[in-house]
Structure formats: C-alpha cells, structure tokens
C-alpha cells in the first residue's frame, strides 16, 4: 500500500531564509514521487517528479528535492524563499499503479 | 496546447437538486480522476476512470456518480446535493503508463445551502 506522511501543515519562513517541506512516504514497490504547487484559487502544478535514476530532482520555480531510500523520504527545499512561493504544496507517491496517493499539504507562508 | 478544463467555476445550489460537474481534457489521457479538497483534509478521491466504460470508486463516492463515454470528458454528477458536499471539485487526468503524473484542472467552487 501507498502512503505519504508531510510534516508540519504550516510552515513559517523568512523571504531569503531556506525552505525546508517535509514528506515522508510508505511505497510496497519502487515509488514515483511527485510535489505540487497550489496558488490560492488555483488547480495543483506540477513541481518536479523523481522516476528512477539521479536522486537529487531539480524542479521549478528553484525548487528540489531529494529522494532518500533508507530514510523513505522525498523533502522539497529551496535554499532562498520569495514572496510568491507562498502556497500550499503537496507531496504524492505513485507505487506502480495508476493512483496517486496526496498527503494533506504544507502551507508555505513567506515572511517579508 | 493541451488543457483540462472544469465547468462551472462556481455553482450554488440547494439541497436535494441534482448537479453536473463537467471536466473535459485534450491530452487523450486514459485516466481521469475527480477529487474534492475540505480544509484540514487535503484531496480525497471521489470517483476515477482508466478508459471509457470503465469507471470506479474512490475513498469518498457515496452521493456522487461518474460516467466515461468518450476519452475527453468525465462528469460528476451529484445526486441529491447535501451542505456536506460544500467543497472545491478538482478534476484530473494522467496517462496510463507511468509516472502517471496527473494534470489538474482549474476546480469548481461548489455552494449547497
């Protein structure tokens, strides 16, 4: 079964201090992992995917995030917060089916 | 370029009508999918499709239906409109293979008073 836990439904940072969103995930087969992006009265935008290989994945907007097997986790960051980053993000895990799996969002607010 | 769109953006309705959600897709995706987004909740799955015909139940599809007869569109329908089902619909579409990574439409801010 397929599962993804985020940490923190809220997250507080200062514009240009690091973005950390945490998402942990249960996959009983090779995961593909997603984050999207929700901008207030707006439909989910992909950010970035990991499939197979590299396992640090570069998305847009300067985002990344990096799929740790041992550690069963998939974290976004982005080493300087703007203003428009604040949304609400979402982490999925697909585990070989054609569902994918959400977790509940972080909201991102960005402090000027 | 392709899109998914959802019609209306916004509805109000009363109790115990019926409603239609449309969702319509040009990316000749097999898979469509309708979610409904509750503040504390996140997405939770209504109903989903993998190819005309064929249709399925999510974690949340009591009071809701689906029906697929061409690859584009999948409407949800509400049968009996309860306040329950205020919330934001969003429909959904991916390919069959994987990643399967889903395209989303712009959502429907529903109302039942």
């Known amino acids: 079964a397929q599962s993804v836990t985020q940490l923190g439904s809220h997250v507080s940072v200062s514009e240009g201090a690091l973005v950390l969103l945490r998402c942990n995930y249960s996959?009983?087969?090779?995961?593909?992992l997603f984050w999207y992006v929700q901008y207030p009265n707006q439909g989910l935008q992909l950010l970035l995917k990991?499939?197979?290989?590299?396992?640090l994945v570069k998305g847009i907007n300067g985002f990344e995030a990096e799929f740790k097997k041992s550690e069963t986790s998939f974290h976004l960051t982005k080493p300087s917060a703007h203003m428009s980053d604040a949304a609400e993000y979402f982490c999925?895990?697909?585990?070989?089916?054609?569902?994918?799996?959400f977790g509940t969002g972080t909201r991102l607010t960005v402090i000027p | 370029d392709a899109e998914i769109t959802q019609s209306p953006r916004h509805k109000i309705t009363e109790t115990g009508r019926q409603v239609t959600l449309a969702c319509h897709q040009t990316w000749n995706h097999n898979n469509m999918f309708w979610y409904r987004q509750d503040l504390g909740h996140g997405l939770r799955l209504i109903h989903y499709s993998y190819g005309v015909q064929d249709t399925n139940k999510g974690e949340v599809s009591d009071g809701y239906s689906v029906s697929r007869s061409n690859t584009e569109d999948l409407p949800l329908t509400l049968e009996s409109a309860a306040s329950s089902q205020t919330s934001v619909y969003f429909c959904?579409?991916?390919?069959?293979?994987?990643?399967?990574?889903?395209?989303f439409g712009p959502g429907t801010r529903l109302t039942v008073t």
């Open positions: 996959s009983s087969v090779p995961p593909y």
């Open positions: 959904a579409s991916s390919e069959s293979i994987g990643p399967y990574e889903q395209y």
């Open positions: 999925a895990v697909s585990g070989g089916a054609n569902n994918l799996f």
């Open positions: 990991y499939t197979t290989g590299a396992t």
